[in-house]
C-alpha cells in the first residue's frame, strides 16, 4: 500500500485510470512504508519535512495533506506560525522547529525545487516539464541541460504526458553534439 497526501490524492483522477506517482521508501526495524506523491517537488518538500526534529513520514503527510506546496513554502520562510498550528498535528513547538530547521534551507532550494525552472526561452513551464528537468537533474544532467532538453521536449511531443516528455527529453540529451552529463 502506498500513502498519499490529499492534494496527490485529489490528483489522481479518474477510476481505473493509469497514474505514475514517485515513491519515498520508509525503512525502519519493524516496518516498511511507501508515500507517493505526484511530483517531485511535493515529494522533495516531505523528504524535507522529515529531516526536521520531531517530523516524521506519517506527520509530514498530514502536513502535506492541510497545506499545498504552494502555500506550505511561504509559510514556513514568513514564520507563520499561526497558519502552521492549524494543520492537525502540529503544534507551536512542531512549528517552531521546523521554520528554524527548514527556512534556510527552502531558501537555499528555492530555484531548484519550490519554484518552476524557467526555459530556455524564458518563458514559464508546466509542471510536467518542471517534474522532467527535476528528474534528468536527478539523474546526473546539468540542470541548464535538462532545461533544454525538456523545452524540446515540449516543443517535440507537449507537456501533457510525463513519460513521453521524459523520453523526448532524454533523445534531446543523447542527439549528437549535446553534452550529456556532468563531470
Known sequence: ??????????????????????????VREDALALYGFISAREKQLFEMLISASGVGPSLALK???GMSVEELVPAIRGNDLPRLTKIPGVGRKTAERMVVELKDRLDAISAEVISKPSAAAGGAVSDIEADVVSA???????ARAAEEAAAAG???VGAANLEKLLRA??????????????T
Open 1 to 26: 500500500m502506498v500513502a498519499v497526501s490529499l492534494s496527490t490524492y485529489a490528483a489522481l483522477g479518474e477510476l481505473h485510470t493509469d497514474v505514475t506517482l514517485l515513491v519515498y521508501t520508509h
Open 169 to 182: 527529453a532524454l533523445s534531446a540529451l543523447s542527439a549528437p553534439g549535446k553534452r550529456k552529463q556532468t
Open 63 to 65: 502536513i502535506l495533506s
Open 136 to 142: 534528468l537533474v536527478n539523474l546526473g544532467y546539468d
Open 154 to 156: 515540449t516543443k517535440a
